[in-house]
């Protein structure tokens, strides 16, 4: 199983960017980075995932290092409602169906 | 928008009782997955299926089944409840394209499950 590192907490005050990162460097050439997000007593909520390039949508944007062994998930504008644990993973294409695996997260806390 | 709908938000069953936990999808996904997710240990996979009828054990399948008959519906069977299966169970479907790794997973609300 690929591993990932992402530190255990963030802070953001509100309106204001973030840039949320992880760590992958035993990610494979094919495995796309996905990133989740969960609120308290929630199922993970998908959030963006891409390959090589950087990617947007209407919730974040992915950007992803060159050499593939990092990538930031940017937040715009952070909201009272962006306040979760943010999960990184690598989408392992042959390993059990492509399962998620999530380690300890990003828990973000946003400042009104 | 996509919907994962687990039968049940909250659960409390007694040791040795067999436990349903159902999972409906309306996307026509075919690949369907049971995660258990606990402090400390992150997500981890019981079971995963790839079509009807079709079933793959995961990591941590040891006291698990699973069933599912129709494409949308994917359950999970706590054969004999025990208290170390208390948790919350999180079930998810994906599309099953070319390339696995480029679609996304859905989850549903969990269920957290209490075995006293």
């Known amino acids: 199983d690929a591993k990932t590192t992402q530190p255990n907490s963030m802070e953001s005050n509100e309106e204001e960017p973030v840039h949320l990162p992880c760590n992958h460097s035993?990610?494979?050439?094919?495995?796309?980075i996905h990133w989740y997000r969960q609120l308290p007593s929630q199922g993970p909520e998908y959030v963006i995932h891409?390959?090589?390039s950087n990617v947007n949508n209407r919730m974040a944007s992915l950007a992803i290092a060159e050499d593939r062994k990092s990538s930031t998930l940017i937040l715009h504008r952070a909201t009272l409602r962006d306040a979760a644990v943010y999960y990184c993973?690598?989408?392992?294409?042959?390993?059990?169906?492509?399962?998620?695996?999530f380690g300890q997260g990003t828990e973000l806390s946003v400042k009104p | 928008d996509v919907k994962v709908t687990q039968s049940s938000r909250y659960l409390v069953k007694r040791t040795g009782e067999k436990v349903f936990l159902e999972c409906v999808q309306d996307m026509d996904h075919e690949n369907m997955f049971w995660y258990r997710q606990d402090p400390g240990l992150g997500l981890r996979l019981i079971y995963f299926?790839?079509?009807?009828?079709?079933?793959e054990k995961g990591d941590i399948p040891e006291g698990y089944s699973v069933s599912r008959e129709k494409k949308e519906r994917f359950s999970l069977i706590l054969e004999s409840a025990s208290t170390n299966q208390t948790s919350m169970y999180l079930c998810?479907?994906?599309?099953?394209?070319?390339?696995?790794?480029?679609?996304?997973?859905?989850f549903g609300d969990g269920t957290r499950l209490s075995i006293l």
């Open positions: 299926s790839y079509d009807v009828k079709m079933k």
């Open positions: 998810a479907s994906s599309s099953a394209s070319r390339t696995l790794s480029n679609q996304p997973q859905h």
């Open positions: 891409g390959l090589t």
């Open positions: 993973t690598p989408r392992e294409e042959y390993n059990q169906g492509g399962k998620l695996i």
């Open positions: 035993t990610i494979s050439g094919t495995d796309y």
